[in-house]
């Protein structure tokens, strides 16, 4: 071999341990960097929310108004520059009951500070495997910041105008670092009593958030959708370009729609149909399909009013979506329409349902007037307003000290149901737009009642009070000089209105004896609605006797 080959050889075996050990050293130098990144990131969010828990403790401590005003914009704007997980529960604070309370977190939905083009663009590229320019022809540097990504408005080079979504960089590494630093999630708290399965419950959040952090699965949500929503009318699903899809892009037709605050404004009777739409579209896909939207912030539902199908819902971001077993979802609406009925075991439906029943059998007794409450808007034959509900004071009065062991005993199965129900009444009352939900589950009962009548459910392992034990009707009876003038039978629910059921005169009377009705109410709540006398008013001027009792 020549000298001169040797020496090529040589040469360029030394070129390529060179080049190689260059690029160890540049590796370990870019570990390094990214190393000290990640810890900077740890720590910034360490400090971040070290932050939320100061301005959370002015919030539940200060008996000052403006403090506590001022802790809540603190409050969401600490959650919107951590994103992630605390901005996610800023966007549910904002559905809060009390609107003083929750107007603080509304531009946590969409308002929040997108990232630069400079720090996305390189994502969609590194998806796409190409220069964004060759996929798009316009991407607009304006984007709707949402919890874990956010949305640009582009257009393709045929025209299509979509929604581009891509999720923050490093977002993953944040929400674990947030699921470790709330301990909530996966340590004992409070006073939990024995029974509570905290863990199936960080494991459901956590199965949840890993789902919204692969676009992968929220495109198959999505579709998913999309196919049903083809079949109902007043639903509009975005529809996806599956070939500019992957876990960190997500790309989907544009659809405009108005703000709830916008649509609240328009006619009564448009809204009075978007509100049975809304009810009915999440009914359908619950006892038909078993599917439901999960994340029904402001920011993810849209409305219009189309010129071929009226007013329309449009959904966006299917990345959080649960999903009930056909066993699950026959339970409930069996829990639903023997409520109605007022007849069957409760305790026995929710144990079925994996309710924990060791919490539940202290309370037994309460049950059917809590399902009473629960599934009050379905009992009315007429239009229901929800904003007369007043279900949490009532609950409380019912449950008292046990109001935990109900709390705690529901299955983490069943946690995303719950929210995204609370979304559900959340734009129904905002549309203030009554509808009747009786008639809206009739269809659903039509398909499904029979077979939900069929299903076994194992006897209560104790023996309980089944709705039997508890009132059906308010009555209220006029006796004139000893002869019956007035009866009157109404549902126990009218109970609640007493004020109103009750002659205006005699309301008087009663007050001047010291007598509260509100107190009566409270007391009949808290004996589960129990059979009983309310009160019996004797006017001894007019000859008259008024007799108010539930039987």
């Known amino acids: 071999m020549s000298y001169r080959r040797v020496w090529w050889q040589q040469s360029r075996s030394d070129t390529v341990t060179a080049t190689a050990t260059k690029q160890l050293i540049e590796h370990k130098k870019n570990t390094k960097r990214a190393t000290a990144i990640m810890k900077k990131n740890v720590m910034q969010r360490v400090v971040g929310y070290a932050g939320l828990a100061m301005e959370l403790r002015k919030v539940k401590r200060s008996t000052d108004e403006t403090v506590r005003a001022n802790a809540r914009c603190h409050l969401s704007e600490r959650m919107g520059k951590l994103r992630g997980l605390p901005q996610k529960i800023g966007q549910i604070m904002s559905m809060a009951d009390d609107a003083e309370a929750a107007n603080p977190f509304s531009d946590l939905t969409d308002g929040a500070t997108p990232l630069p083009l400079t720090d996305i663009v390189p994502i969609l590229e590194g998806a796409w495997g190409v220069p964004v320019d060759t996929i798009l022809s316009d991407l607009e540097p304006d984007a709707a910041a949402a919890s874990l990504g956010q949305v640009h408005r582009a257009r393709l080079h045929d025209g299509r105008d979509v929604a581009v979504k891509v999720a923050y960089p490093g977002i993953r590494k944040a929400v674990e670092s947030d699921l470790k630093m709330l301990g909530w ?201 929800t904003n007369t509900w007043n279900r949490t ?61 069929s299903v076994t459910i194992p006897a209560s392992s104790v023996p309980t009070t089944t709705f039997s034990a508890m009132a059906k009707h308010l009555r209220v009876e006029v006796y004139r000089e000893g002869c019956r003038s007035v009866s009157l039978t109404m549902p126990i629910g009218a109970i609640e209105d007493l004020e109103n059921v009750i002659d205006e005169a005699v309301v008087r009377r009663i007050e001047a004896r010291g007598v509260s009705l509100a107190a009566l109410v409270r007391d009949s709540r808290r004996g589960g609605y129990a059979p009983g006398e309310l009160f019996t008013l004797d006017v001894a001027e007019e000859n008259k006797t008024v007799r108010v009792w539930t039987a």
């Open 185 to 385: 999630l996966s340590a004992p708290v409070g006073d939990l009593r024995r029974g509570f399965d905290l863990d199936a419950y960080r494991q459901e959040i956590v199965r949840d958030l890993n789902e919204e952090l692969d676009y992968r699965i929220e495109l198959k949500h999505q579709k998913s959708f999309a196919q049903i929503a083809a079949r109902l009318t007043g639903l509009a699903v975005p529809e996806p370009v599956e070939s500019l899809c992957c876990e960190q892009v997500l790309v989907s037709s544009w659809e405009d729609g108005d703000r709830i605050e916008d649509v609240s404004r328009w006619p009564q009777k448009q809204r009075g149909e978007l509100a049975r739409r809304v009810l009915n579209h999440f009914l359908t896909m619950l006892f038909d399909h078993g599917l439901v939207h999960a994340d029904p912030h402001p920011g993810n539902y849209r409305f219009r009013n189309d010129p071929d199908n009226g007013p329309t819902v449009v959904l966006y971001d299917y990345g959080s979506v649960t999903k009930l077993s056909t066993q699950d979802r026959l339970l409930l609406l069996r829990l639903v329409t023997d409520t109605v009925k007022m007849q069957g075991d409760p305790l026995a439906i929710l144990a079925a349902m994996g309710f924990n029943a060791d919490l539940l059998e202290p309370i037994a007794k309460k049950l059917p007037a809590v399902c009473r409450v629960l599934f009050e808007p379905f009992q009315s034959p007429t239009k229901f307003d």
């Open 393 to 453: 004071e009532r609950m409380n009065d019912i449950l008292g000290d046990d109001r935990w062991n109900f709390r705690m005993a529901g299955p983490a199965k069943l946690f995303l149901l719950m929210r995204a129900f609370r979304g559900v009444l959340y734009y129904l009352q905002r549309l203030q737009a009554p509808v009747s939900w009786n008639r809206t589950l009739d269809p659903i009962i039509a398909r499904h009642g029979a077979l939900a009548s």
